[in-house]
C-alpha cells in the first residue's frame, strides 16, 4: 500500500528544526498540489473548511476531511502535570490487566479510518494528525525517558505492581516526575539512571522535602534503599497511544531516532524498552537498524469491518515476519475482535496466516494478544452516535452494559471468553509451544480464562 500524504499541511510559524524541514519537503515531493496553510496556530487556525454538505453528514466529512489534513508543530510542556513534553504515564481503565508504561507523544492522531477508534473521543479537542516538530532536538527527549524512568523504578519499589497504575497511581507519578523535572537538568544516553541518581541525590530529595505531599513520605523513608544497579522490570514507552506508530513514518524517520535510542546498551539495562504498536506496513526505516532485542514492534491485524484505509492484514503481518527476522521483539495483536454471527470462523484465518508467514517458536517472538471492541461513554455516546451510525446499531444490537469491574461497555461476558477460549486453544493446535494472552481485558477474564495477569 502506498504510503500516505497530507492534503493540507498546516505549519506553525517560525520551525527550523531538521524534523520540521524534512517532513515540509517529503509531503510537497508526495503531494505536489497540497495546501500548506502557514502561521498555523494550535486552537486559533482551523484547517478544514467543508463545502456546503448535508447536516447529517458534517460530523463524518469533517472526520475525514481532518484525517486528509496535518498540523506540523512544536510541542509544549505540560504545565499542569508533568511539566515533561513528550511523555506520560498510560493508564488503562477499570480493572483490566495493563503493564505500567509510558505514552510517548512524537505525534497525535492516526491518518487511517478505524470507526471504533477510541483517540475520536481522547482527543476530540486535536482532530488533525500532527507531528512534533521538536520531537527530536537534541537531548529533549532522553532526559525525558532517563526522568520517567528513574521515576517508574522509584514508585514501584516502594508501592509494588498491581493490575495496572490507575488513576491515582497516575497521579502520583506525575508529581513525582514533577520533582524529578525540577531536580535533573540535563541526562545523556550513555548516563545510567543509578549515576544519574547519585548525581542529583541531594536536589531529588530536598524538592521532594519541599513539596511536602504526603505520599512522597514513604519515598522519602526508602531513599537510601532504592536500587538501580541490578534492574530485572522492564517498562514500555509506547509509540502507538495517541497516535499510529509508522504510518507516518516516511515523512519523520522518527522511529529510526527511536531504535537509536532504546537499542542502546545502557538504556536496555535501565529497563527502558520501546514499544511500536501500529496498523500499518511502513517498516522501510527499521530494516536495517539493530533493535538490540529491546524494540516491540506490536502489529494489529484484524477484519476490515468499520476499520478503512489502513494495509490489509496479510500485508501487515508480512511486515511483521520481515522484522521477526531482523531481531525484532514481535506481538500480534488482533484487538479489536468483533462479534459477528460466526466471530471464531472470521477470525481463524488470522491465526493461520500468523502460522503461515512467521515462526512463532522463534526466541524473539513474545506472544499473540487478544482483545474485544470497547467503547467509553464518551466515545460511544458523543461521537460514533453521530458520525458511524452502522456501527453505533452493531453497539445497541450486541454490546451490554457494563459489568461492575468495568468502565467501557463490552460484549456480553461469556461470549468473550467463549471466544477468547476458541482462539486461544486453536492457535495452540496450528501452532503449539505459541503463548496467547489478552489485551486490556478485566482481571476477572483473565481469571476465568485460566491465565494469570502476573
Ligand atoms: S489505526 Fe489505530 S490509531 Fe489509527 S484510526 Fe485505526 S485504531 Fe485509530
Not at 6 to 18: A, C, F, K, M
Not at 132 to 158: C, P, S, W
Not at 325 to 339: E, S, T
Amino acid at each position: 500500500m502506498a504510503n500516505l500524504f497530507p492534503v493540507r499541511l498546516g505549519i506553525e510559524s517560525g520551525l527550523n528544526s531538521d524534523l520540521a524541514v524534512r517532513v515540509v519537503e517529503r509531503v510537497k515531493a508526495g503531494n505536489p498540489k497540497v495546501e500548506i496553510v502557514g502561521d498555523y496556530k494550535k486552537g486559533v487556525t482551523k484547517l478544514v473548511q467543508l463545502p456546503p454538505t448535508p447536516k447529517k453528514s458534517i460530523e463524518k466529512e469533517t472526520w475525514i476531511a481532518n484525517k486528509r489534513s496535518m498540523v506540523l508543530r512544536n510541542k509544549q510542556k505540560d504545565h499542569k502535570g508533568t511539566n515533561l513534553r513528550f511523555i506520560h504515564v498510560f493508564i488503562s481503565v477499570e480493572k483490566a490487566r495493563e503493564g505500567y508504561q509510558y505514552a510517548l507523544k512524537p505525534e497525535l492522531e492516526c491518518p487511517y479510518y478505524c470507526e471504533f477508534c477510541y483517540l475520536q473521543a481522547t482527543l476530540k479537542e486535536n482532530p488533525v494528525p500532527t507531528i512534533f516538530a521538536n520531537f527530536q532536538d537534541e537531548g529533549v527527549l532522553v532526559r525525558e525517558i532517563k526522568i520517567g524512568l528513574l521515576g517508574m523504578h522509584m514508585y514501584t519499589q516502594v508501592h509494588g505492581i498491581q493490575s495496572n497504575i490507575k488513576r491515582h497511581g497516575k497521579k502520583r507519578l506525575h508529581q513525582l516526575l514533577r520533582v524529578l523535572e525540577k531536580s535533573i537538568p540535563e541526562a545523556t544516553l550513555e548516563e545510567a539512571i543509578h549515576e544519574i541518581f547519585t548525581k542529583y541525590k541531594s536536589e531529588i530529595k530536598r524538592n521532594l522535602e519541599d513539596w511536602s505531599l504526603e505520599h512522597f513520605q514513604s519515598i522519602i523513608a526508602h531513599f537510601d534503599k532504592f536500587d538501580f544497579k541490578d534492574i530485572k522490570r522492564k517498562f514500555h514507552f509506547n509509540n502507538g497511544d495517541l497516535n499510529d506508530g509508522m504510518a507516518n513514518d516516511h515523512l519523520t524517520d522518527n522511529l529510526k531516532f527511536l531504535v537509536g535510542i532504546f537499542g542502546n546498551e545502557v538504556m536496555k539495562k535501565d529497563g527502558g524498552q520501546l514499544l511500536i504498536r501500529t496498523k500499518s506496513e511502513n517498516i522501510e526505516n527499521l530494516e536495517d537498524l539493530d533493535p538490540n532485542g529491546n524494540v516491540i514492534y506490536s502489529v494489529t491485524p484484524g477484519t476490515s469491518y468499520f476499520s478503512k484505509g489502513v494495509p490489509n492484514y496479510k500485508a501487515r503481518l508480512k511486515a511483521a515476519a520481515t522484522l521477526l527476522k531482523r531481531g525484532y521483539l514481535i506481538r500480534v495483536n488482533i484487538d479489536p475482535i468483533l462479534k459477528y454471527p460466526d466471530t471464531v470462523k472470521q477470525y481463524k484465518p488470522i491465526l493461520e496466516e500468523i502460522r503461515e508467514v512467521m515462526d512463532t517458536n522463534a526466541p524473539n517472538f513474545e506472544r499473540i494478544t487478544l482483545g474485544m471492541l470497547r467503547f467509553s461513554d464518551s466515545n460511544i455516546e458523543k461521537i460514533v452516535r453521530k458520525r458511524h451510525p452502522d456501527l453505533y446499531q452493531h453497539y445497541k444490537n450486541n454490546m451490554v452494559d457494563k459489568y461492575e469491574d468495568e468502565e467501557k461497555s463490552r460484549y456480553e461476558r461469556q461470549f468473550r471468553v467463549d471466544t477468547y477460549k476458541a482462539l486461544k486453544d486453536y492457535a495452540e493446535e496450528i501452532m503449539p509451544g505459541v503463548t496467547v494472552r489478552l489485551s486490556t481485558e478485566a482481571v476477572s477474564v483473565w481469571k476465568d480464562m485460566g491465565l494469570t495477569w502476573e
